[in-house]
């Protein structure tokens, strides 16, 4: 089912956030700690985007497992910043293993991840993919849930929705047309992270100088707190909010 990670604050390099830690990304990738039910570990790929000081996104994405991958490791300690999103992959049988299947999906100042599965694709979702331009679909990056969440997603966003807004009503659209699946979404703009927990785990550690949106905590143990599920979490590098997912959808 993946994990995902998103980070704001003082500018880290790659290695201290994503590979150093205890429990890092780079061993959830082969020894996860809660992926209730949903695969055993996270060996189809992983992908890492992270922000410029001048606010573009760069992004590195790969089908192999995380921990054969020495190009990477070569980078991440040299590559230092301040917002960052990265997930290893836990393909659902049936989807393709390929680099651009990988989050994060970008485009422009976004950076999104998807940890879950929509149930039933992709007959599902079929009739959500109306709003969306020939063109968008003909564009995915990759014929997975994840990748067409994004286009729905980002549809949302160019149409000038607020956020959280659009991610906690995709959310609940894509539930309500495709029950039984994990929505757990990730993204972020450089400067804020919104994330969401639909039937699957996520954790938020906010510092002194930095937040931590993460699927499983790692690093140092004190700080972190479990969102409830079915919840939105808006996070700055000063601030975090958690709401119902319901009372976001409302608006």
């Given amino acids: 089912m993946c994990r995902h990670v998103g980070y704001l604050g003082s500018a880290v390099a790659l290695s201290d956030l994503l590979l150093e830690p205890e429990h890092s990304l780079l061993e959830q990738a082969f020894a ?93 979702v079929a009739k959500l993919t109306a709003r969306l331009d020939v063109v968008d679909l003909l564009k995915m990056e990759a014929a997975t849930d994840s990748a067409l969440l994004w286009a729905l997603l980002r549809q949302r966003l160019l149409d000038g929705a607020e956020p959280a807004v659009a991610v906690s009503e995709l959310v609940g659209e894509v539930a309500a047309a495709a029950p039984d699946s994990r929505l757990n979404l990730l993204l972020s703009d450089g400067s804020r992270v919104v994330a969401t927990t639909w039937t699957h785990s996520l954790w938020v550690r906010r510092g002194s100088t930095a937040v931590t949106v993460a699927s499983e905590p790692f690093g140092a143990r004190d700080g972190w707190r479990e969102v409830p599920d079915r919840s939105v979490v808006v996070a700055e590098a000063d601030d975090v909010q958690v709401r119902p997912l319901a009372e976001m959808g409302e608006r």
């Fill in 32 to 124: 996860p700690a809660d992926m209730r039910g949903g695969g055993t570990i996270n060996a189809d790929g992983f992908g890492v985007g992270w922000y410029r000081e001048d606010g573009s996104t760069a992004r590195y994405r790969s089908a192999a497992p995380m921990w054969t991958d020495q190009s990477f490791r070569d980078i991440a300690g040299e590559v230092r910043s301040g917002a960052v999103v990265a997930a290893v992959r836990s393909a659902t049988v049936g989807m393709p293993v390929v680099p651009d299947a990988c989050a994060p999906f970008t485009d422009g100042r976004w950076l999104f991840s998807h940890n879950g599965r929509v149930a039933g694709w992709p007959d599902s």
